[in-house]
């Protein structure tokens, strides 16, 4: 079974703090995802990346960056975390060119007080 | 402007019944059209999913349906059943699958 894991399932933040999101999958799959879910919105794409120090902007790029150094691992990073970004992040992974569905892992709810 | 719209925010359906979730979508370029279905607490997990050169795909009690010219798509879960009770969400890409899209979910209610 294909895994993706999240470092934390519930963060708590302040404003201004710099926030770090993890995520690992473990299926070797070349292209992963970072989205946000917000009620009445659905996700939305926030970057993505289909090789190792590859990275592309989605949708809502703005106040967020991303790592990739290693195949596995795709982290999210907030530089300075307002209270806007309080939200549910998803990360999903999935193999390039052969099908397109993803796997996500299970969220983690920021917190930005 | 939302490219992928899922007009219904909620549905109930009685148990054994049909259960039809709508998705209507405005670019043109979607060429590969996916279905998820999220639990409270949990990530999204794959349903069905169909390319745009198909108008139908089946597995098992779901099938998806997809109408080009109108950007219009539908799951279709017969029979509906109580486990079934979740946001549905509708995505697309590309022929590239890098750049995904969500629709906003219609969370389904099977009512026993």
């Known amino acids: 079974d294909v895994k993706v894991t999240q470092s934390s399932r519930y963060l708590v933040k302040r404003t201004g703090e710099k926030v770090f999101l993890e995520c690992v999958q473990d299926?070797?799959?070349?292209?992963m995802f970072w989205y946000r879910q917000d009620p009445g919105l659905g996700l939305r794409l926030i970057y993505f990346?289909?090789?190792?120090?590859?990275?592309e902007k989605g949708d809502i790029p703005e106040g967020y960056s991303v790592s990739r150094e290693k195949k596995e691992r795709f982290s999210l990073i907030l530089e300075s975390a307002s209270t806007n970004q309080t939200s549910m992040y998803l990360c999903?992974?999935?193999?390039?060119?052969?099908?397109?569905?993803?796997?996500f892992g299970p969220g983690t709810r920021l917190t930005v007080t | 402007d939302q490219q992928v719209k899922q007009n219904s925010p909620s549905l109930s359906v009685q148990e054994g019944r049909i259960s039809i979730l709508n998705c209507d979508y405005t670019?043109?370029?979607?060429?590969?059209f996916l279905w998820y279905k999220k639990y409270p607490a949990e990530g999204p997990t794959f349903l069905i999913s169909?390319?745009?050169?198909?108008d139908k795909n089946e597995d098992g009690r779901f099938t998806v349906f997809l109408n080009k010219s109108a950007k219009h798509l539908s799951l279709h879960i017969v029979p509906s059943q109580p486990g079934d009770s979740a946001v549905y969400f509708c995505?697309?890409?590309?022929?590239?699958?890098?750049?995904?899209?969500f629709g906003p979910g219609t969370r389904l209610s099977v009512l026993p």
């Open positions: 995505a697309a890409t590309d022929n590239y699958g890098q750049n995904f899209v």
């Open positions: 990346s289909y090789d190792v120090k590859m990275k």
């Open positions: 999903g992974s999935g193999l390039a060119g052969v099908s397109y569905e993803q796997y």
């Open positions: 169909i390319s745009s050169i198909k």
């Open positions: 299926m070797d799959h070349e292209n």
């Open positions: 670019n043109s370029m979607f060429d590969y």
